[in-house]
């Protein structure tokens, strides 16, 4: 048994960060950091586990700390985690092991609980109905209180995940079905949830309520497809068919062949769709709730030029999600479009760590500004987002230091003034720069631009031509669509609660 002082040292706040932040110091601490992505088949005949991992490479922006693979054959479920990439999580072995007609992944970005192998997804569970695997994308807001009545109910919970809570709520609750079992506990989660499960014979995906997350089914040949976005689906070869919607559980059973059946596991309640889905985090190339997101971000890109209309000689886009944006406000505008910003694409997630000198680097490892297109021009500059401001400035700096005689900022989305507590680990709120700081004149001469505009809520809300009332714009506005519990702004408060509890059952011994 562990003594008081070890877990007393454990519980260091500075410690558990590191710990588990290993993996993320080449990440753009600027941008909201990503959901995760899920993706399931149900395919007779097919290979579904490569057919699992090409839909997993597509939705890889999504999450890269870890990624799995479970499938079934009918009778058994086999299941692979590991750390890392999709293409560092699996090799062709793995693959030929993953044997069955049936199969969900998920590619991983911690939001609740650190980057740690028996936090990677699937989880694979037995129920009183038998196995079943589950992979999650969104945040509970109500996790603390699941948690605890959880515990004092009796069951052991392995990791510091709200997905294992729901996935241990699944396989305690009555039902004679899975899809009952989900009736039974959708209705006392609270938060965003897109779920895929895998039951020996069966394949499910569900969509909570709100549809904060997006989940798309679509078909490839004759077979069911479910994943976080349509990009996946083409990736392998299929075609898009609807959303999943709010509130709904889609069951694919038999042989696949126009075997899906819908049910209402919770009732559709207020629309809270992820604005940043639009923004930045869906590939440019999904649709959701029936757009384009290139198009999309092209008309935000003109909404921003509509009201940011500064005189300047170039557009450039911070590469790669602003980049249809920056077209966008360059064509509204009439004025040249340009790549002033050369992105590295090959440096990614490492497990190398950085040396100090490296890390000084900064964006120079990721970002080389283009002098022959800058040099003494008047730039306007679109980013999608600032959340912390660390990333803008030596940007802003590269530009200078390229010649640019302006450099004018346009975001094309509101500021970030609150945290986001549905499956977005964007910053704690006195870590926000637009939080900290009174205006966008204060902001401007934070980060070293001439001058800076914000997207107005409108403007984004124009551009993304659906219903003001579709989405959750928590994050800009601090008025959420469902209580949360701000405990959770911490993404490893279950490890801090964890290890309080080690230190009392330590002290009892």
């Given at each position: 048994m562990r003594d008081s002082a070890d877990a007393t040292d454990s519980l260091?706040?500075?410690?558990?960060?590191?710990?588990?932040?290993?993996?993320?110091?080449?990440?753009?601490?600027?941008?909201?950091?990503?959901?995760?992505?899920?993706?399931?088949?149900?395919?007779?005949?097919?290979?579904?586990?490569?057919?699992?991992?090409?839909?997993?490479y597509a939705l890889q922006h999504r999450g890269q700390e870890s990624a799995g693979i479970a499938t079934s054959d009918g009778v058994h479920l086999a299941l692979r985690r590991q750390m890392g990439l999709v293409a560092q999580a699996f090799t062709e072995d793995d693959l030929a092991n993953l044997r069955g007609y049936i199969a969900i992944g998920h590619t991983r970005y911690s939001t609740t609980g650190s980057s740690r192998i028996e936090n990677a997804q699937p989880?694979?569970?037995?129920?009183?109905?038998?196995?079943?695997?589950?992979?999650?994308n969104g945040n509970l807001t109500n996790t603390l209180?699941?948690?605890?009545?959880?515990?004092?109910?009796?069951?052991?919970?392995?990791?510091?995940?709200?997905?294992?809570?729901?996935?241990?709520?699944?396989?305690?609750?009555?039902?004679?079905?899975?899809?009952?079992?989900?009736?039974?506990?959708?209705?006392?989660?609270?938060?965003?949830?897109?779920?895929?499960?895998?039951?020996?014979?069966?394949?499910?995906?569900?969509?909570?309520?709100?549809?904060?997350?997006?989940?798309?089914?679509?078909?490839?040949q004759e077979h069911w497809v479910i994943a976080s976005e349509s990009c996946a689906i083409e990736t392998v070869g299929g075609e898009a068919v609807r959303d999943v919607a709010p509130g709904e559980v889609v069951v694919v059973r038999g042989d696949g062949h126009g075997g899906l059946t819908s049910y209402v596991g919770n009732a559709e309640t207020l629309p809270a769709a992820c604005l940043f889905e639009y923004i930045y985090?869906?590939?440019?190339?999904?649709?959701?709730?029936?757009?384009?997101?290139?198009?999309?971000?092209?008309?935000?890109?003109?909404?921003?030029?509509?009201?940011?209309?500064?005189?300047?000689?170039?557009?450039?886009?911070?590469?790669?999600?602003?980049?249809?944006?920056?077209?966008?406000?360059?064509?509204?505008?009439?004025l040249p479009y340009a790549d002033g910003l050369i992105k590295n694409r090959y440096i990614g997630r490492t497990f190398i760590q950085p040396d100090q000198r490296l890390r000084q680097l900064g964006v120079k490892m990721k970002f080389n500004a283009l002098g022959a297109v800058l040099n003494g021009k008047r730039v306007v500059m679109v980013d999608d987002s600032i959340v912390r401001g660390t990333t803008i400035r030596p940007l802003v700096k590269l530009l200078r230091d390229a010649g640019a005689s302006e450099v004018h900022l346009g975001i094309t989305s509101p500021p970030f003034r609150w945290p986001c507590y549905l499956g977005l680990d964007v910053a704690r709120r006195h870590e926000l720069i637009a939080a900290r700081l009174p205006n966008a004149e204060a902001i401007a001469r934070e980060v070293g631009v001439d001058s800076l505009h914000y997207l107005t809520l409108d403007g984004l809300i124009a551009a993304i031509d659906l219903p003001r009332e579709t989405?959750?714009?928590?994050?800009?506005?601090?008025?959420?669509?469902?209580?949360?519990?701000?405990?959770?702004?911490d993404r490893l408060m279950l490890e801090q609660e964890q290890k309080l509890e080690q230190v009392a059952s330590a002290s009892i011994s």
């Open positions: 260091d706040a500075a410690s558990l960060e590191k710990e588990a932040d290993f993996l993320r110091w080449d990440d753009e601490p600027d941008r909201p950091r990503e959901a995760c992505g899920v993706f399931g088949i149900y395919a007779p005949g097919e290979d579904v586990a490569r057919v699992t991992y090409f839909g997993l989880f694979l569970l037995d129920s009183s109905l038998g196995a079943f695997a589950l992979g999650h209180t699941l948690r605890d009545r959880l515990l004092r109910e009796g069951e052991t919970l392995a990791t510091t995940s709200d997905s294992e809570i729901i996935a241990r709520m699944i396989a305690i609750s009555p039902g004679a079905t899975f899809a009952e079992k989900l009736q039974h506990v959708m209705p006392q989660l609270q938060g965003a949830y897109s779920l895929v499960l895998l039951t020996p014979t069966e394949l499910i995906g569900v969509r909570d309520p709100h549809g904060v997350r997006p989940l798309t089914i679509g078909r490839v985090f869906a590939r440019p190339d999904s649709s959701i709730g029936g757009r384009s997101l290139y198009l999309a971000r092209q008309r935000m890109g003109a909404q921003l030029a509509a009201e940011f209309p500064v005189d300047a000689d170039v557009v450039i886009g911070v590469p790669d999600s602003a980049t249809p944006a920056a077209a966008g406000y360059a064509a509204a505008r009439g989405f959750c714009s928590g994050c800009f506005t601090g008025v959420y669509p469902m209580p949360v519990q701000m405990e959770l702004a």
